[in-house]
Every structure is written in C-alpha cells, then in structure tokens.
C-alpha cells in the first residue's frame, strides 16, 4: 500500500513538472512571436518613412502600409490561438495542483486577484492593504486587456493595425481619395467587431 501511494506521489510529481515546462515552453513562443510581431512592423516603419525620400509619392507607400495592415490583422487570430492555448494549459496544470495538493502556479493568479495567495509554507499578501489587487487595477481591469497574453497578443496587433489604417487614410486623403477613407473606416471596425466577437477563443473552464 505504502509502495503504490509513493508510486503515485512520483507519478503526480513527474506530472506537475511536466506541466510546468510545458507551461513555460508556451509561454516563452508567445513572447517570442509577440517580440517577433513587434520588430517586423518597427522595420516596415522604417522602410514607410524612408519610401518618402523620393520627390514623388510611389505606390511603395501604399504597398508597405497595405502589407503592415494584413500582418497585424493575422496576428490576431493567431493571438486568439496562442491565448487558448496558454489557457488550456494552465487550467491542466491547476487541475493537477488542485489533486496533488499543493499551490503554486494558481498561487501568483491568486496573488493579483485576491491581493494575496496562500502557499505550503504560509500566506503572502501586500503590504500596502488599502491598495487594489493588481486585476482590479488598470488597464488589467478592462475587457480588452484581461491579462498579458491578451495585451501583447490581440491589444497591441490592434493597435498597430489601428496605426497602418491611419497612414493609409492620410495617403489617400493626400492624394484627393476623400470617399474611399470613408469606406475603409467602416470596414475595419467591422473586421475589428468580428474578430472580437466570432474570432477569440472560448474560455476554458474545468
């Protein structure tokens, strides 16, 4: 008997860490992606600005700002993705420190929502106890920004998206396309209504 509940104990210790790394291997794409994402669209702002060198504006401008706009909107969807997968993960690994017995990962998640997380080896809270938990406190406590993976992943692609329309706008306004603008602010808000409301991923409970 005493064989078999060690057995188990290895098995749940084996479990609970390579959950951890998996955890840890998700997490470590996402931010490099995310970095990726980031230093892809500094160079393609780079070459924006440098594309006015010329006397003339080319269509280089355009073809630039164009590429810059369809790669932050497919980083969405593949945010949406990596955000699932974090979850599905977490929630695993919470699963297994719930029947193992011991809180660690879920402790910090308790921490920033709770101001506070009990551990094996006693309570940490904040010192300061008037102040809010840090999810009750912004920009962690709006919808758009949840958690990190949501402000780095979707908020951020968005905005950068956001930012590529807007240089578009003011080519074409500056080339006297007053109507055409108009038509592409409407298209995206409703891309952006879309993705928010059809494109994200189901929340993962257990």
Request: aromatic share 18%.
């Amino acid at each position: 008997m005493d064989i078999e509940k060690k057995q188990d104990s290895n098995l749940n210790s084996t479990l609970h860490g390579l959950l951890i790394n998996r955890l840890y291997h998700e997490d470590q794409l996402f931010v490099q992606r995310s970095y990726n994402f980031l230093t892809i669209n500094a160079f393609l702002i780079a070459a924006f600005a440098l594309s006015f060198q010329v006397e003339e504006i080319t269509y280089f401008p355009y073809l630039i700002a164009g590429f810059g706009l369809l790669f932050a909107l497919l980083q969405v969807p593949v945010g949406w993705r990596l955000e699932g997968t974090l979850n599905f993960w977490r929630e695993y690994l919470w699963l297994a420190e719930k029947q193992i017995g011991i809180n660690f990962d879920r402790a910090l998640f308790d921490f920033y929502e709770k101001g506070e997380a009990k551990t094996l080896f006693g309570l940490i809270s904040s010192v300061e106890k008037q102040k809010k938990p840090t999810y009750k406190t912004f920009p962690w406590n709006m919808p758009f920004v949840r958690s990190m993976n949501i402000l780095l992943g979707i908020s951020i692609p968005w905005l950068i998206a956001i930012l590529w329309l807007l240089f578009i706008i003011i080519l074409l306004f500056h080339e006297g396309f007053y109507s055409l603008p108009i038509l592409i602010i409407v298209i995206s808000i409703f891309l952006f209504l879309a993705s928010w409301k059809w494109g994200r991923s189901s929340k993962i409970k257990s």
